[in-house]
């Protein structure tokens, strides 16, 4: 009698720890959903794509910093910031203006869009400003040789930097999975 009592004290702390994980998950991934949605419809951004650059950016946490200095939740830099301030007309913005969701969420989301706009002659503007907005321009430029310039599949295979090739596809695959959640009118 004893041990069935054990057992199924176990099982309900592991069922409870199940929920709560589950809750937690869903909790972190759907907090910043509103301000995404408003951000994207300014910018004209696919807004599963700007949740799916911060779930592989930051994990939906807005405190995060970066290895060389990349700020919150989009884990932006100095430089976009003031490039997005400048282009908003707003003068220039304060480093520690990016650690508010909203501010990070619009910077970014401009960014993004911005790097679309640069690409949309290719056959998957999204593959090209995904590689740009983690490798840089310079890199991007250098992978971008011969049919490589519009066509993603010779532009990936040219990508010699294995982390951004695995970014790409990382965000791609959580992108097709919040468009395909929102799509059936789930929560993610």
């Not at 869903?26 to 994207?40: G, P, S, T, W, Y």
């Not at 592989?56 to 884990?75: C, D």
């Not at 976009?80 to 990016?98: C, D, K, M, P």
């Amino acid at each position: 009698m004893r041990r069935r009592w054990l057992w199924l004290v176990l099982a309900v702390i592991l069922v409870d720890g199940f929920i709560f994980t589950w809750w937690s998950r869903q909790h972190r991934e759907n907090r910043f959903d509103k301000l995404i949605l408003q951000a994207a419809a300014h910018y004209n951004v696919d807004p599963a794509l700007v949740k799916a650059v911060i779930w592989r950016e930051s994990n939906f946490n807005p405190n995060a910093v970066g290895t060389v200095g990349e700020i919150g939740l989009m884990q932006l830099r100095s430089l976009a910031a003031q490039e997005w301030a400048q282009a908003e007309g707003r003068g220039s913005i304060v480093q520690e203006r990016l650690f508010d969701p909203e501010t990070n969420i619009r910077v970014g989301t401009w960014y993004l869009g911005k790097l679309l706009k640069r690409y949309r002659q290719t056959d998957n503007p999204i593959a090209y400003a995904l590689a740009d907005y983690n490798a840089g321009r310079t890199h991007l430029l250098r992978w971008m040789k011969g049919t490589a310039k519009t066509e993603s599949a010779a532009f990936l295979s040219q990508m010699d930097f294995p982390g951004t090739h695995h970014y790409v596809g990382a965000i791609t695959k959580r992108h097709a999975h919040y468009k395909s959640a929102s799509q059936s009118g789930g929560t993610e």
